[in-house]
């Protein structure tokens, strides 16, 4: 199994809607399979992760749509912070 369909079997097991599923799952397919295997690592050792994926694409979506430059930066902000907190809880 390649790492993109290991992380597209846990983003189908979401509960997140299927259009922000394969919105996101079409835009990782552009993804070379070697680049996906830390997010697959990620996915596969904290599945709801997945969620938290789909969620942040579709708030990315939304912000590159509108042009709003401020909201992208809000959410990549919380990303940061969010991975942050993820890399103290791993260490």
Known sequence: ?????SIAAV???????TEAKEAF???LAKVSD??????ADLIAEEPALA???????QAKQVAFALEDS???DKIVKAEEFELGK???EMA
């Open 70 to 72: 401020a909201m992208w």
């Open 86 to 88: 993820m890399e103290e």
């Open 51 to 57: 969620s938290r994926l789909v969620k942040n694409f």
């Open 25 to 27: 799952l079409a835009r």
């Open 34 to 39: 070697v680049d996906l295997a830390e997010m």
């Open 11 to 17: 983003i189908h097991d979401t509960e997140t809607p």
């Open 1 to 5: 199994m390649s790492h993109y369909e």
